[in-house]
């Protein structure tokens, strides 16, 4: 990235204030840093959480993980992995729970690279954040807090957000200055109570619940799965942990109960006495407690997440639910993600400032699809057991009248959701749709399977320089740019479409002329990523064995440039057995002619189009990033 | 492990002593320290090795460091990964080089995990190692030498090896004891001379070498491949390596030269003038050179591995030759895998120290056909091109008659054996023939398609508590122990059987009750791998869906011990798509009755029987056990 003299060593100027070192902060500070942002970043708490809180990694956010290089590191600490679910519940007569069915977590309907939640103590995944941005140079200032802050365009229009900050104890304080505020403070946020924006309650039940880790000595038989039990004494949730380690999540009571307190507590003895009368017959002794906590808990959702597209809330603080989906981190990741690249385009001078408005609608809409799941979810889990008619006879294999059970049904109709890669972002500047600016007949062609809004899809091809098998939608990694896939089809068809697209490229006004690297000829010929643009990456895909592919022969130059980005579709999916090119196949793309596909930073899918001879593609990838740069784009085609 | 008096601070006894900390070394040490051992381990350099040298992880090499927990530290470095392997030559008309072929460096025929080669500099593989005996208390002392040693039983028949150590410049010294003492000092190895073992030569040819590491530009298009290049200026080969290097090998002079000089050298420059008109007409320039050595190297095994059983060699000790099939560090390691677990087994009492004469004959075929395929490879590679109608014109695939190439067929056949899935251990008291003195009919059944003295096959199954998909062959992490597959077919046909399995292994004199821990009743119930015994680990896998195995109900408890080490064959598996239970058909096990595996505690298969009603299973195992054990087992079966 350019060096900028803001960053200067004593500024009190910054480009972004972030208060909260969980997920969702440390998400934000992480993606910002690498991408050459000065950070303030100051947390409440003397260290990172030392036990319990959150801990589902669910499928789609290792996925991110990967992306940016910390999956290894999150592995290393040996998490657990929840690839089914199974329900208990009393038995059709007599006493005690029965095994009425287990389903996987991520089902195979699911093309998920990684079928499974991992599950790992939040204090591990935040030190795995904490220590990539100290490689970046950014400390998490501890234990700090906000005090005030303001936030006016008109004052300082580059630096217009003033922030006080302070040591908790009061000993100390500044006063700074940034571009942006952060409020990743949780679900009590300082920063959403002082800009006014209300909390609203989808459901005005609320719970109190208790969680204890534990290690345990234990008959029963699905301790290392993920369990919901309902019995006649109650219902757990049971969630496997690292290091022989099991979370219970039990509810200690519910607004609906007579006698509601919301203050009700219940000790870490009769929590455990509680459990024990749950799982009977089964037996269950805790060697070691190493957390245990009782919380109110209700659901609820900011009324806004920025006021002003300066100031910006995320993660618990525009969200609360009940913790046993597993969403709370995963949400929280994917806010901040959502928000960084954003501030990036802008910050860049790539996209216009009106790209941050898309913020709030996308994310809140997740945030109210999570409340409705999660209010369905729990409701359920609350519930007394089904009268005993209704209770499945424990069978070996799920049987189909299963689905009768609203429970699982709910379950399995959720998968997709709490994986993660349910979320679906509705047409904006961003996702294409019929009534996007770009309106190109080349766009959407008819067949694809790839999804506007939603994540890019999984494939494996054949790197061609070096013949490794690679995942494709990894190649790119989390750099902020925006990912063009090329799928180039066979080589002798489209031969004259690869010239047009690099031809039509190059000439000026086109998104690639306009947002060239000042530096560009300077940079280093093993700049894999970026040689051209810090706005994107280029990958090109050819359905062709990767042995017959010749890089210098088989495309134009300026796309040759991304050797190490060029790929064969020549491996074998389960998912797309007859086809040839199983990649194209599998996106529904021409396995002859190919297409191109636009993926946003963040992974979701922009835009599709053909790839065509003559300027069509380009036009239609002009028209595309023309509806939210900032510079006029491709006007000057026709002329040229 | 038992705490034991000698290994108390301030004893010069020790169980081993190391000389040599480069691969042979560090393997044999970390294995060691792990399973309890007092080992003093020196190396006479002050660092680990800074720059070069081997690079070279072949896949069954990946899947060791993987059973030992160290692969991911080792892909932490974002080694270079090698797939295939392309072949270069002059054109059949015209100046310059054309690729003639491309082949896959561990082809599909080879059900590896990992069909590719991992390319990092020998001392990050180092210092991984050393880091995991930090952890275990090991320190490598440098920079220290071997000063002397004398090896006499009758005059201590506990710690017979005394060593004079000193520190290289002569400033320190001392004298220790040892039950063993190992030379892992390389081709000029201090301990195989003073015992006087001399090298064999295979080929009387030796060649001089210059290697070169270093980042380059360049627009050969396989430059990120392994590549052999034969042109009318000579020949060399590329390797790629991590952070954007690449290895250069190139021959500089050989014994058949008629004015052979072994002192020969060559400078960088003149290396680098060399590479670029064999490149020709592709051009190539260095940014940065690494490292460069030239070292004249010929072909040499040593007569024996030990004399007396008591100091052994191994590594380049025992064997040399050209770098180029990139054996050299994989080697090393299976020569000191082979030998930890057998000294382990002599010096836990398990077995009779006999055991320790099957490492020399086992590793020392290894290193004969290693050479064997090393001189007719570099006999090949060495050789002025074939002339110009020997030679394929270029071809985009690889056609049949490119198997008329010497060179390439030679390649292909020892594809099986450079990838380290070749090594075939010959019968022996450990791998089962019909010489062996086990000879029950319910041994090696009709079908089986395991080799007895080669690896586990590989395959994936669904562990039964927490539904994970796991590779079975790493279950079990490189602990020691013999590892006792129950292939234990339908539950309903071998519910007897299994019955009678655990039976017979609870009679007095079986393998299992005469090898139990001291401490077996007071074992945590955590402990997943060795709750009887050091000497065996035992997985049981079900021809069978996950949902349907109920561990409690569906194995004796003796086998349900195990409970984390039971299995669903219920995996879709690519080599078998018509077996409803993949692991047992590739295996050749009977879907239905199932079969036991006994696997050495190296991963080579030792024995393979039936699974039988009555006590035909258990007598075979321990007939095969008594073969090699330090008790007569199975003797009062019939009285019981």
């Known amino acids: 990235m350019e060096t900028r003299p803001d960053l200067q060593a004593g500024s009190t100027n910054y ?92 089902p195979s309907f699911i093309d998920a690279r990684y079928p499974f939640t991992t599950l790992l103590h939040q204090g591990l995944i935040e030190r795995v954040f904490i220590g990539d941005l100290e490689k970046n140079g950014v400390q998490v200032q501890r234990p700090w807090t906000i005090a005030g802050f303001k936030s006016d ?45 209300g909390m609203t309650h989808k459901d005005p039940i609320s719970n109190v619940w208790g969680v204890m880790d534990g290690v345990v000595n234990t008959d029963f038989p699905d ?40 203050r009700k507590s219940a000790t870490v003895e009769e929590v455990q006495a509680s459990a024990k009368k749950i799982l009977a017959p089964y037996t269950i002794e805790w060697e070691r407690v190493e957390w245990y906590s009782v919380y109110p808990i209700g659901q609820g959702i900011a009324d806004k997440y920025t006021l002003d597209h300066r100031v910006f809330l995320g993660g618990d603080a525009c969200h609360t639910h009940s913790p046993k989906a597993g969403q709370g981190m995963n949400t929280a990741f994917l806010d901040a993600l959502n928000l960084a690249w954003k501030i990036h385009l802008v910050e860049r001078g790539f996209a216009v400032r009106e790209l941050l408005t898309t913020y709030e609608p996308e994310r809140k809409d997740v945030a109210e699809n999570l409340l409705a799941f999660d209010n369905k979810y729990a409701k359920l889990f609350s519930q007394r057991p089904p009268a005993a008619n209704e209770v499945q ?15 699982i049904k709910t379950f399995k109709e959720s998968c997709e959701f709490t994986s993660g890669y349910g979320v679906a972002y509705k047409p904006n500047s ?13 766009i959407h062609p008819k067949g694809t399977k790839l999804r506007t809004g939603r994540l890019f899809m999984n494939a494996d091809v054949t790197r061609v320089v070096d013949a490794n098998v690679v995942h494709l939608e990894q190649e790119i990694p989390l750099n902020g740019s925006f990912r063009i896939f090329i799928f180039a089809g066979k080589p002798a068809v489209t031969a004259t479409a690869l010239k047009d697209l690099a031809s039509y490229m190059s000439k000026k006004g086109s998104f690639y002329s306009s947002f060239l690297r000042p530096d560009v000829d300077a940079v280093s010929h093993h700049e894999r990523h970026n040689p051209h643009s810090w706005f994107f990456s280029i990958c090109t895909v050819f359905a062709a064995p990767r042995s017959s592919v010749e890089i210098s022969r088989d495309l134009p130059e300026l796309l040759a440039r991304y050797r190490e980005h060029v790929y064969a579709d020549d491996r074998w999916d389960r998912r797309a057995l007859d086809a040839q090119a199983a990649a194209h196949a599998k996106m529904g793309l021409d396995q002859e002619k190919g297409g191109v596909v636009v993926v946003r930073p963040d992974g979701y899918v922009g835009m599709v189009t053909e790839l065509v001879e003559g300027s069509g593609t380009v036009d239609a990838l002009n028209q595309y990033f023309g509806a939210f740069c900032t510079k006029k784009l491709g006007e000057t085609m026709a002329q040229l």
Chains 1, 2 share one sequence.
């Open 15 to 106: 480009d972004i204030v972030i208060v909260g070192a969980g997920p969702v902060g440390l998400m934000l500070s992480t993606c910002l840093s690498r991408w050459g942002y000065k950070i303030k970043h100051i947390d409440n708490r003397a260290e990172p959480t030392p036990t319990g809180r959150a801990d589902g990694i669910q499928p789609r956010s290792l996925d991110l993980l990967r992306n940016m290089g910390l999956k290894s590191a999150i592995m290393a600490h040996k998490p657990a992995r929840v690839y089914e679910v199974a329900f208990w519940d009393p038995p059709k007569n007599g006493k005690g729970i029965v095994r009425t069915g287990t389903w996987a977590s991520c």
């Open 153 to 197: 365009e008109k004052e300082n229009p580059e630096y217009p957000v003033e922030v006080r900050l302070e040591h908790v104890d009061g000993t100390a304080s500044e006063v700074v200055r940034a571009k942006y505020l952060f409020g990743g403070e949780g679900a009590r946020s300082f920063i959403r109570n002082q800009l006014g924006i």
């Open 223 to 262: 301790i290392k799965m993920k369990c919901t039990i309902h019995s006649d004494h109650g219902s757990i949730m049971v969630i496997p942990r690292e290091n022989n380690m099991v979370r219970l999540y039990i509810q200690i009571a519910t607004s609906t109960d007579p006698d509601f307190n919301p």
């Open 393 to 407: 006879a424990a069978s070996q294999n799920a049987t189909k009248d299963s689905d009768d059970n609203e429970f």
């Open 430 to 442: 961003l996702n294409w749709s019929e009534s996007h600016p770009a309106q190109s007949h080349v």
